[in-house]
Structures are given as structure tokens and as C-alpha cells.
């Protein structure tokens, strides 16, 4: 029997940490986890510490009621050791599952040591694709999506020659309000946005599919991990979340990847490749009615998805605006603060006020980033005085 491959789960508190534990859990042979982190949850971080006699542990943020970490735990709060920790020389493998721009950093810490990534944080692509892509290239790091909808294209493109690709199609379910009216989109509440029909997922993420703001940023992603251009990118609406993706090759044949709407099935793939084992859950049952339905999004239901193609096309710093203004956006209608179609309203305006330029380097796109939120924090600000 081999040895277990050693990694690290940053912002294992989280839904994509929950189902990568569930994963472990279940490969324990395969699989040894020495290093977590989260942001603030100090008690389930240490919950997790002790389950799986965890060496490393990271917090962003020191609570007033700390927990006790088990004895030896090497317990880190700096922001630079969140980068040591994505670098760490004894893990193989690095599962990015924290959640926003924040991702960035430690997915080039990890690729720039040469790491295999575990890729569920898409908005690390999306503000620093091209940096991100060119370091994996130069250190021979690898990046494998654990996005459903990435990994699926990962496992459809497998063995196939590259120049064989002509597209891809994610799948969408269309989030909480998709047989709302569109009138009525001005009137719903956080609550509603936050239930949605098909999948379990942190905050962030289910308001991003609410708004399709989430497709956009994926469309953005795919463009970065499988090199495909803008035009060779399309988002379809596919309520029960089964297909994740599809992939059309030169010769006009398409291939799809299924599984029932959990993340398990990704993440597990993403962890084990290229071997394959019995999965955490059960998988779809074909003697079931199976619907198989889908149809193009009507973009006035969903801006935001409009607004991240043009971003998409107009590449350069778009795509960072995009996000850092859907990130705040998305924080002040969580806290009340704005409407839930004011959320388009900001990325539009703040997309249309910045003036276009090349990010680069790590510290060009963070000045950026900070700059975009200044602005759009502004906007915030008088849309709830
Ligand atoms: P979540 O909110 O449930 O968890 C986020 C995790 O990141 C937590 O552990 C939190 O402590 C940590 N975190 C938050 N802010 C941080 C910061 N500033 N610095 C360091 N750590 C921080 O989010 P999630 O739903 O698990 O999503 C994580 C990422 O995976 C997102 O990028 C999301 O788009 C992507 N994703 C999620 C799903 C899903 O099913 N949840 C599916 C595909 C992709
Ligand atoms: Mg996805």
C-alpha cells in the first residue's frame, strides 16, 4: 500500500472544507491532512485539529474566546504564514477553498512551490488568471478545478489531444429566483437568496448563483484553465444540476460529465487523480425519471452574467473589477445595507468609472483590488444613506 499524500485544506471551516473532509474521512488511507486554516472560526477549526491530528493550523483572526488547539498544534495568525502554509515543504497536495479575492495569495504561494493545487476558489482566477497560469507554467505547479463545473470539463478533456477542444458549456440551476418574475426581483430578501434549490454552499456563492453572478466568474475561470477564447465560452440553465458541464470537440461531438449536485464527487476526483475509488455518497439512479432539460439564461433576469461576459471580453482588469465590486456588493446586501439588484447596479457602475488598465504583478492587482473596493464601498454608501 503507498504512503498517504500529505495536504493542506485552507479554509477548511467552510462548505468546500466540510466536503473535503467528508472525502477524507472516507479515504483515510490515501489521504493526510497536516495543515488547516480559516478565517475566524476558532472552535470548529480546532474541532478539525483534533479529529484529524492536524500539525498546522492558521486563523486569520484572533477571537476574543479563544479555544484551547491540542497540544503541539503549531497555531499561526500572521498573514504572511498563511503563506507558508500554502508553501508548506512536507504537503503534496493544497486545497484552495477559502472564499473571495483572499484566495489569491496563497494559490501563487502554493503554485510557486511547485504544489499540486486543489482549485475551488474561482475568484483567485478570475482577479490573477494570467499570473497565476504563468507561475503554474514556470514551477511546474500543477492547478486540477474542483469547481464542479471545471472538474467536469477536466475529466471530459482527459487523454484528448488539446487541439481537439472547440468549447465549453457550464451548466447553471439558475439560483433561487429563477421562475420569479423578473419584476419581483427588487423586492426579495437575503433569506430568499440564500435557499437555494439544489445546492448546500457557503453565503458568498449562493447569492453569486442567485444572481448568476457565480456563472460569470466561472466563464472567467474556464478562460483561464482551458484557454478557450470568450466566444468559445457559454453559460446554460440546467435546473436539477446534474450535467455539469459539457465539452464540444472539433468534430461536433459533445461530451458531459453527471453526478448528483454535490461537491463531494468533485473534490474527491480533484484529490485522488488520476485513480478513481468508491465515492462518499450515492451516485444517480437511472431507474428514476431523470430531467435532463436545458435552456439559455435571459440576461435581463441576470446582469450580473452579462456583465461578467463584457468583463470577460474586455479582458485586462475587467474581470478584477467585476469581482471586487460583486464581492462588496454582495457583503452589503448580506448586511442589509443595499437591494439585491442594487448588486448589478455597483458592478456596472464600477466597471464603467475605472478606467481599464494591466494589473501584472501580485501587489499591482491587490493595489488594484483595494482601489475598486474604495469605489465601490463609495457607491455602497450612497445607495443606503
Ligand atoms: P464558505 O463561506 O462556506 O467558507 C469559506 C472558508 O474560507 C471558511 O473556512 C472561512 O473561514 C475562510 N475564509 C473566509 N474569508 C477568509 C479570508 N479573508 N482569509 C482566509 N480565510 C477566509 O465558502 P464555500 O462555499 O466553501 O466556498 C469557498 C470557495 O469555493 C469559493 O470561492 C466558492 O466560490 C468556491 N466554490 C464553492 C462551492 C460550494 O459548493 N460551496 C462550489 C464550487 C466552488
Ligand atoms: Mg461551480
Redesign the pocket.
Known amino acids: 500500500m503507498s504512503t498517504p499524500k500529505k495536504f493542506v485544506l485552507?479554509?477548511?471551516?467552510?462548505?468546500?472544507?466540510?466536503?473535503t473532509l467528508r472525502v477524507l474521512r472516507k479515504h483515510s488511507d490515501k489521504l493526510q491532512l497536516i495543515g488547516v486554516?480559516?478565517?475566524?472560526?476558532a472552535r470548529e477549526l480546532a474541532d478539525i485539529v483534533d479529529e484529524f491530528d492536524v500539525a498546522h493550523a492558521h486563523l486569520?483572526r484572533k477571537i476574543d474566546d479563544m479555544p484551547n488547539f491540542r497540544e503541539g498544534t503549531n497555531l499561526t495568525f500572521e498573514a504572511e504564514a498563511?503563506d507558508h502554509l500554502a508553501a508548506h515543504p512536507e504537503a503534496e497536495i493544497v486545497v484552495?477553498?477559502?472564499?473571495?479575492a483572499?484566495?489569491l495569495r496563497p494559490t501563487l504561494a502554493a503554485l510557486e512551490a511547485g504544489k499540486k493545487v486543489v482549485l475551488?476558489?474561482?475568484?483567485?482566477l478570475v482577479v490573477g488568471g494570467q499570473l497565476i497560469t504563468e507561475t503554474a507554467r514556470r514551477t511546474g505547479g500543477q492547478i486540477i478545478p474542483?469547481?464542479?463545473e471545471h472538474n467536469a470539463v477536466f475529466q471530459c478533456t482527459m487523454g484528448q489531444p488539446t487541439n481537439s477542444l472547440d468549447s465549453i458549456i457550464l451548466t447553471a440551476s439558475g439560483g433561487a429566483f429563477r421562475d420569479l418574475p423578473v419584476g419581483e426581483l427588487k423586492n426579495v430578501t437575503l433569506k430568499q437568496a440564500l435557499n437555494h434549490p439544489n445546492?448546500?454552499?457557503?453565503?458568498?456563492?449562493?447569492i453569486?448563483s442567485a444572481t448568476m453572478a457565480?456563472k460569470g466568474?466561472e466563464l472567467i475561470e474556464a478562460h483561464w484553465l482551458f484557454g478557450l477564447a470568450p466566444e468559445k465560452l457559454e453559460a446554460v440553465i440546467h435546473p436539477p444540476s446534474i450535467v455539469h458541464a459539457f465539452v464540444r470537440f472539433v468534430d461536433g461531438c459533445c461530451f458531459a460529465q453527471l453526478s448528483p449536485p454535490s461537491?463531494t464527487f468533485?473534490l474527491q476526483n480533484s484529490l485522488l487523480h488520476p485513480k478513481r475509488f468508491p465515492g462518499v455518497e450515492p451516485t444517480l439512479d437511472f431507474s428514476d425519471p431523470l430531467d435532463l432539460s436545458f435552456s439559455p439564461p435571459c440576461l435581463d433576469r441576470y446582469p450580473c452574467l452579462k456583465l461578467a461576459q463584457q468583463a470577460l471580453q474586455e479582458g485586462g482588469s475587467a474581470p478584477l473589477v467585476f469581482n471586487a465590486a460583486n464581492e462588496l456588493a454582495v457583503e452589503a446586501f448580506q448586511m442589509n445595507r443595499i437591494g439585491f439588484i442594487q448588486i448589478s447596479s455597483i458592478i456596472e457602475s464600477s466597471l464603467s468609472i475605472m478606467e481599464p488598465c494591466n494589473p501584472k504583478s501580485l501587489n499591482e492587482l491587490l493595489d488594484h483590488d483595494q482601489r475598486v473596493r474604495r469605489l465601490a464601498s463609495e457607491r455602497i454608501n450612497s445607495l443606503s444613506d
Open positions: 485552507l479554509g477548511a471551516t467552510g462548505s468546500i472544507g466540510a466536503s486554516s480559516a478565517n475566524s472560526r486569520n498563511l484552495v477553498a477559502l472564499v473571495g483572499a484566495g475551488a476558489n474561482k475568484e483567485s474542483a469547481d464542479s445546492w448546500l454552499m457557503g453565503p458568498k456563492v449562493t453569486d457565480n466568474l461537491m468533485a
